[in-house]
């Protein structure tokens, strides 16, 4: 574990978040998993499904893998699911969001860490999978760019962060209450951030490649340290 490079104590840099965001998602938490199974139950589970297959890290018996914005803790069990013996983390600044995952936590390997996503406690290279799922868009412009120069610290250089964003809606009425949504749940920005391509992703990342869900309503970008070719690079949704 790391302590934040500039602020000596890792606690320290919670205090640079700001306590509303936090409080709201504590809040949040208690409706969080009945909201999503409310508006996505049918593809909840399939674009998780998707993101695990993507890592595609078959080769490794034990992938180390961090969740970033981990929530109520689907996508790190979804993980710890496909990969028993892994040690699986999942990171959040909201103790209310963290407290419904610890209580459906099932694998002893999994821990869970209260944090800012700006501020990763890690080691560099000390993951093979990072994820963030449906949470970048919600960041602040700073802190999303430093979020993601961070998953690039944490990566060993042969392993992928996999960012699943929301695709913006094609039916009108739809893309109206996206964008509302939008407006009142994400950051300032977070529409422009949607409906950009791989720019803000390619300025950090030189791999960069771009998937669509199998329900559509996503899109997963997989970024590398490096520009390595894996096997299965080329297959179906790669645009
Ligand atoms: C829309 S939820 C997504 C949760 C989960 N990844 C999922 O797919 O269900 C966004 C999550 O990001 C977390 N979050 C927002 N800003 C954060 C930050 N700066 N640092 C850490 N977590 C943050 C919130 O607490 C919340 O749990």
Redesign the pocket.
């Known amino acids: 574990m790391r302590k934040h490079r500039e602020g000596g104590k890792f606690f320290a840099t919670m205090s640079n ?1 700001r306590t509303g ?2 409080n709201y ?1 504590n809040v949040f938490s208690y409706v969080y998993d009945a909201f ?1 199974n409310l508006h996505a139950r049918r593809y909840a589970g399939d674009t998780r499904n998707f993101l695990v297959e993507m890592a595609n890290q078959e080769e490794k018996s034990n992938p180390r893998i961090l ?6 803790g ?2 790190i069990a979804a993980f710890a699911n496909r990969y028993p013996e892994s040690v699986t983390v999942g ?4 103790r209310g ?1 963290l407290g419904k995952a610890r209580n459906k936590q099932e694998s002893r390997k999994t821990i869970f860490i209260e ?4 501020f990763l406690p890690f080691a560099d290279e000390s993951f093979d999978i990072v994820t ?4 970048l868009y ?2 602040k412009g700073p ?1 999303r760019q430093t979020a993601l120069q961070e998953m690039k610290r944490v990566i060993c250089s042969n392993g992928s962060v996999l960012l ?1 964003e929301h695709e913006v809606p094609h039916h009108p009425l739809i893309k109206i209450l996206f964008n509302i949504r939008m407006m009142t749940m994400g950051s300032a920005d977070a529409i422009e951030f949607v409906k950009g391509g791989l720019v803000p992703f390619r300025r950090i990342f030189p791999d960069v490649s771009r998937y669509s869900s199998p329900t559509g309503k996503s899109k997963l970008i997989v970024c590398r340290k490096h520009g390595i070719i894996q096997e299965g690079e080329t297959s179906k949704n790669k645009q």
């Open positions: 978040v965001r936090r998602y999503i969740d970033i914005c981990c929530g109520t689907a996508v990171y959040d600044f909201s969001m944090g800012d996503a700006a963030c799922s449906h949470a919600e960041l802190t699943m």
